[in-house]
C-alpha cells in the first residue's frame, strides 16, 4: 500500500519516485484524496531535491492523464502543431501565428492562458474583439480545425485538472520556480492537444519572466527533451525581451497591430519572431525541407493574405459578426469603428533633447496593469482598450517638448501608425530536438 507521506519522506531523502509513485500522487490530487497540505509538501520536496528526467516525464505523463486527451482524424496526421511562449510584453505572436500556419495546412488548436501579472494573454486581446468566444468544447475546436485550420481557445475544466490543482497550490506555497514543475505543467497542457510538433518561444530579459539567457537555456532544454520523449517533435527558439514586441501593448492595441501585421504592414520583430517559430515548426511536421524554407512559406502566406482570410474565417466561426470581421480584414479599416478606444488619450513627450537609450518593457507593462490592462488574481475584470504605443524606436534621436508625434516617448489608448522601425534581431538561438 502506498501512502502519501511515505512518498513525500521518499522525495525529502532525495531519492527517485517510481512511475507508479508519481502516478498515485497525481490520482490522489485530481481525486481529491489528498490534503492540501500534503500536496504543499510534496511540491517542497521536489522544489527543494529536484527530479530525474525520467519523473519528470512520468509527473508529465500522469498530468496529462488526469482529464480529458483530444484526439483527431487520422487524416491529420502529422499536421496538428502548436507554440506555447513564456510571456513578454506586446506579445501578440499567437495572434498572427496561428492563422499564418493554417494558411500553410496545418491544423492548430491553439489553447491559450488570460494575462495574470505584467504579461498580457492572448484570451484577453480577442476577447477586445467584440463578440469573440474562447469558450469551445473539443468537439467544436475539432469543428473549427476542419472548417478554418485554426482557433484559439480557453483551457477547459476537463483538460488537464490535475494542473490547476498543482498550479494554485505552488502559487501559495513558493514552489512556481522549480524547472521540473514548470517544464510538467507547460508540457501536461500541450500533450492533451495530441500535437504532431510543438515550438516554444523561450524569451529572457528584463520584461520576461526569466532574466538571464542561461536559465532560458535550461528551461528550453527541460522541455525539448521532455517533450520529444513524449512524441510531440519539439524545439524551442530563445529571444531577448527586453522591450515590446512591435510597437503596441495592451488589447485592443495588439489586436490591430497584428491585424496590420497580416495586411502586411507588421513591425518586423513580430515578423521576424513569426517566421521563426513558424519556419521551424513545418521543418518540424515535414511541411519544410528547412527552417528557412518554412519560414519563407510563412512569410508567403502573410504576404499573399493567406493567412489574413484565415483570421477572418476564425473570428466568424468563434462569434464574431461577419460584418465586424470583414470590416477589422479591409485594407483600409477604421479599427475604432469595432474595437474600443481609450477614453483618455496622453501624448508624452521627451524633458529633454537625447537619445532613445533605452525602452524598459517591464515598466511600461507595470503602468498599463495599474491603468487597468491587466488583472491581480484571476478572474479580474481588464479594460481592453487600456494601451500603449510606442512612437520612438531604439537609437532615435528626440527633441525637448517638440511638436509631432515622433518626438513623443509613447502614447497611452492612441491608434496605431505605420512608423515601424527595423530594430535588430530579438533572436538568439534555436534549438532542435536531438
Ligand atoms: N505556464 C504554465 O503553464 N505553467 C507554469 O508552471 C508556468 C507558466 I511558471
Known amino acids: ?49 529536484g527530479m530525474v528526467a525520467t519523473e519528470t516525464m512520468a509527473l508529465t505523463q500522469a498530468m496529462l492523464s488526469s482529464g480529458e486527451v483530444m484526439s483527431w482524424p487520422s487524416e491529420w496526421a502529422g499536421l496538428v502543431v502548436d507554440k506555447h511562449s513564456t510571456g513578454g510584453v506586446g506579445d501578440k505572436v499567437s495572434l498572427v501565428l496561428a492563422p499564418a500556419l493554417a494558411a500553410c495546412g496545418c491544423k492548430v488548436p491553439m ?5 495574470l501579472g505584467h504579461t498580457g494573454g492572448t484570451l484577453d486581446k480577442l476577447e477586445s474583439i467584440p463578440g469573440f468566444n474562447i469558450h469551445q468544447s473539443t468537439q467544436q475546436v475539432q469543428g473549427l480545425l476542419d472548417r478554418v485550420g485554426c482557433c484559439i481557445v480557453g483551457q477547459t475544466e476537463t483538460l488537464v485538472p490535475a494542473d490547476r490543482v498543482l498550479y494554485s497550490t505552488r502559487s501559495i506555497t513558493s ?15 500541450k500533450a492533451v492537444e495530441s500535437l504532431d510538433a510543438l515550438v516554444l518561444d523561450i524569451k ?33 527558439v530563445l529571444s531577448r525581451m527586453d522591450a515590446v514586441i512591435g510597437r503596441c501593448a495592451g488589447n485592443s ?7 496590420e501585421t497580416l495586411k502586411g504592414r507588421g513591425p518586423e520583430d513580430l515578423m521576424e519572431l513569426v517566421t521563426t517559430l ?26 499573399s493574405g493567406a493567412a489574413l482570410a484565415r483570421f477572418q474565417a476564425m473570428m466568424e466561426e468563434q462569434g464574431v459578426t461577419k460584418e465586424a470581421a470583414q470590416e477589422l480584414c479591409s485594407t483600409h479599416c477604421d479599427y475604432h469603428r469595432i474595437l474600443r478606444r481609450a477614453n483618455h488619450q496622453v501624448e508624452l513627450q521627451a ?23 491587466g488583472r491581480s488574481v484571476p478572474g479580474e475584470p481588464i479594460n481592453h482598450s487600456v494601451g500603449a504605443e510606442l512612437l520612438v524606436s531604439l537609437g532615435q534621436r528626440v527633441e525637448k517638448e517638440q511638436s509631432g508625434r515622433l518626438q513623443s516617448a509613447l502614447s497611452l489608448g492612441a491608434p496605431v501608425h505605420a512608423h515601424m522601425h527595423a530594430p535588430h534581431s530579438l533572436i538568439v538561438q534555436s534549438i532542435y530536438p536531438e
Open 351 to 373: 524633458h529633454a533633447d537625447g537619445v532613445v537609450l533605452d525602452i524598459d518593457g517591464l515598466v511600461l507593462a507595470e503602468v498599463l496593469h495599474q491603468l487597468g490592462a
Open 1 to 49: 500500500m502506498m501512502s502519501i507521506p511515505d512518498l513525500i519522506r521518499k522525495k525529502q531523502d532525495g531519492l527517485k519516485l517510481s512511475d507508479d509513485e508519481i502516478k498515485f500522487f497525481i490520482k490522489s490530487v485530481s481525486n481529491g484524496n489528498i490534503q492540501e497540505s500534503q500536496t504543499g509538501a510534496m511540491l517542497m520536496a521536489i522544489w527543494i531535491k
Open 253 to 259: 492595441l495588439e489586436v490591430i497591430e497584428s491585424l
Open 278 to 303: 513558424g519556419g521551424m515548426l513545418l521543418l518540424l511536421c515535414g511541411k519544410a525541407s528547412s527552417q528557412s524554407v518554412g519560414s519563407r512559406t510563412v512569410l508567403d502566406s502573410v504576404r
Open 111 to 115: 489553447i491559450s492562458g488570460r494575462g
Open 204 to 236: 529572457f530579459g528584463k520584461a520576461a519572466f526569466q532574466k538571464d539567457l542561461e536559465g532560458a537555456r535550461k528551461l528550453a532544454r527541460s522541455l525539448v527533451g521532455v517533450a520529444n520523449k513524449l512524441g510531440m517533435r519539439t524545439g524551442a
Open 175 to 189: 514552489t512556481v520556480d522549480s524547472l521540473h514543475l514548470i517544464t510538467s505543467s507547460i508540457l501536461s497542457k
